[in-house]
């Protein structure tokens, strides 16, 4: 059950090195050091081409119609941080807009992810300033109805904790908890030193089937060629 | 309960000036200072970036994988006008194409917002000839069974009058109503005016918190900091 | 019933040069060309802004969260294919991604078309190695239970043998049967041949109510006009 | 656009017996002696087995997550009359449950049409108290922002006025204008009168191709029989 | 390539024998032993609880919004057949209702399979005619354009060839290929007869663990139990 | 981050009594006492009429299309549970049918609560093992990666820790983590000890704008009534 009503001041953030680090190797090399865990549902899209962001998790959890919160997150807001802000029930409203971006842009915030809708889309990009949504509208919010900041959250079915690493490109967003963050690194940063080589091999015409060794496996599953 | 088979060729159009200070503003501007009320739903997606435009309300009512009426609408269109087309049922065919809209551009409309699919949509993004579609598709549409020109129509869930004045961005479409376009127009200037403040002053560092003086309510909503 | 854990390697190709020819066309007038039928479901869009491909169809077909069908058709792939992937199941995870890429096109692969997820959007578009998905996710897959290659697959609702060409731009994706991709393409061709004049006299105020006799099929339907 | 905060006490109801006459006919009758237009879009749906309802519309205009209008509705039913409420934007909250339920009925209300969600289905089933909505949800609404009763609304893609017939079924909900009423169920009536001998033929092996004369215009349209 | 504008009169049937005991055996079953292909989308859902039918396919391909096509399949129904309906672009009307269901059933057919939507439901259920669609609606179909009956047809994303065995139940809808009938009847047969045994132990409180002799695989995949 | 291959075999359960207590108040009267949190997503539906449930959550993270770890949960199950799946990824097939359900309800579960698709779901009716899930799909699973047992998992966009209450109804799915449950029963029989003297109220033709004093903060919220 969500805390409601609550800001909590003082979290624990990631190393930010090690965020950077994370953000430089992307999403789909850092989801697969994690084991394929902790990826948001593909409806989350970028509101831009070339959308990029890497940073330390800052939640929100907001009402349906209701972007408060928002207001009250900017205080609390440190440079570094990615905003991330999950909904109690399904809505597409436009929940933020250029005033907030600026203001959250001046408290050093990297981007947004929402499970909502934003708006002012063409501003944000003229900004850069970084969103991922499940929605685009005009339509605006009301500011009647408590959430809470910095509580743990379930963001387009992902659970992210204040402080975890978060990093997002044009194939989704990714939450790596801060205590694993440094293995998780380790792991992708190994996964990705070997995909230059991986790369020159195939781009040369080496077969995936030879370069990890899958003709013996195939077989004994049952593999048949024909003629 | 729709009238079928009808043609209306005169219709009461909004003021062109107002309409183009309404487009001015934007969609998210006119769509607060409506009340929130009046705004397609955000499945309505321009089929290219950076898509603008606005004008006054021409209507159709189309047939399910039917597009008969946009050919009897282009006689009617008048120059300043964008085409809002609603159909009875739902349907993702590509009512509209190049031909299409070299022959609406040719008559002086602005645009199209259809709640269905269009095609050749590269060649329209070429032409800079804007769309809002609910879906792009190759497939072509019948001539076979009457909608109507210029009733009022439901698209993608609001009413359309004709001669209403359209609003359409990146962030979705607006209705205005003619008769109240003047006051909505004021309502939405007025808003604007603060705004370009506003933003200097979240910009400096000042907080939505201070500036829209939420700091009282929040405390009385219950609102609890935990350091 | 679909035949799994086979490998079809001697395929009947459609003519290189019809399919080049059906792919400058684009896939609304091939469509129309064909009747209108063969074309995949609009949900299928491309991962880039100006994709556009052709080719011969190189079917695979998926289990759902396994791409290990993907790694044995890359060594069957002939210059000039492009992959037309199915899958068992509704999925949406990243089957493929930038070093798959890299190896189809080694392989002379014009694109994929896929019925699920890809990743690595940004680098493929690099690439320009052109893709249709439905879904963008940098979740990747396992590699498990086979599926085949170039038995006829359904792909987004259309049945694709292999051979077939496939055309597929901005508009979607479109399959001809090898057998009729000549007579097809002589329809089409017919077809673009007139769009030229007919755009011209459109641009030049002329109505298609005039140009393609509707007048008198829309008064028998009983339309009216009312001033 | 929407008046926002207006409740209109007189409406011009259509005429009881007319509109009973239109429910004992059923939506699919109706709907085709209408000219297939008024059909609310197909996801709406009964909460229970075997619902079926008649009356005039008594519309209602709801906010997002709101229900305050349904209890300023109340007071302003009267027997006879179906509630029809749509909402500014999509939500799936349950803006309606036993309590309301019982205030209704006790109002003479047949049943309830809403584009959103409702609870207590379990509840309105044993009280036989019909509704067709989107969702079902335990998630109550708050009491913030006023809509609006008895104004024109759009529900479920379909323009209803206060007054109007709605019929309300298996198959989902019509509604047909008050002026049209008459001339609507006429229509339903003569076409319903043909249907128990039509259904007597074709259940003794009378073909749809001879009873509707469709050899001819099939044969022109080129169909081919192939043994 | 779907051909459009024929009628194939005489088709191969599955022994229907086979159906039957194929249809006894129920959907899940069926679909296991055929290595879990040619299950049709989980969107296809009876219209009443209960529904269950098998028998041989015969196919029928619709143009969106229009039935003609039923009309022309109902004079070659053969008593055992299921009608399985594809259409060539998405749509939810209601292409058949009571009349076509007392025609159908008085020419022998078990059931419908119809990628699109049905209406007068509670007649249907009335009369126990089973019925797998997408949707649901009280909107009507013209009859203008011409599709084709039994040619193969892809329906809910699954290839049906006229003749082929189809299994349906509230599990789903399966399609065998008649070729593989009394091989997948024989599998499915064996996997059956193990089931009452497996049944007998769980409920007794065996372990699947046990019984399938999972704890070994388990363990070596790295599963570890914490207390 | 989900921590992948852990069963945990001793968590803390809820105790039993206010389990049962919140599970005979029903899931809308609940989650207002929770203040409107702790719904999981209204696309979770029950797979009859009339099914209830309430126990203690058992958790289980599942991999897409793979159903292993619901055979290594069977073993862990304790009287009074339900039990609970996310999975990592979206997915309709489905996971559990008869057999497991035999083998779940010899270990005591109340119940099934799935974020994808089950089968055999006639079965289950008949054996009255309630089951809330996203889809019905006569698809079976693989057993080949790992997922957990009892660590906290999201599902349907709600996070569930092992131990919670779990409330189902045909409303939906509540969860009540243990530590507030004793005070969440407080709050919702309070809230239910009033509610049958507002339901005689209300049938006696009391209104809700009486009974809950809106009058007042309607008129001033601006509501203005038009004779």
Known sequence: MYELGVVYRNIQRAQKDVAANLG???TATVHEAMGRVGLLKPYMRPIYAG???????????????????????????????????GVTADCTDGYFGDLLATSFKA???????IDAGVRDVSVLADMQFP????????KGTIK????????????AGA??????????????????????A???????AAREANEAE??????????????????????????????
Request: glycine share 10%; hydrophobic share 50%.
């Open 51 to 85: 959308a990029r962001a890497h940073g330390t998790a800052f939640t929100v959890l907001l009402q349906p119609g209701d972007n408060w919160m928002l207001h009250v997150a900017a205080e609390q807001i440190q440079p570094g941080d990615i905003v991330i802000a």
């Open 159 to 180: 659970l992210v904790n204040p402080g975890d690493v978060v990093v997002a490109d044009e194939d989704g967003v990714v939450v790596v908890p801060a205590a694993s």
């Open 144 to 155: 009647a109805t408590l959430g809470s900041v910095n509580i743990p959250v379930v963001c």
């Open 107 to 113: 408290r050093g915030a990297q981007g947004l992810v």
């Open 198 to 227: 991986k790369r020159a091999k195939l781009a040369a015409g080496v077969l995936g089937l030879d370069m990890y060794r899958m003709r013996e496996p195939l077989q004994e599953a049952g593999l048949r060629y024909i003629d």
């Open 24 to 26: 430089a190797l992307g």
């Open 182 to 188: 440094q293995k998780v690194l380790d792991k992708a």
């Open 131 to 138: 969103v991922w949504s499940k929605a685009i509208s005009a």
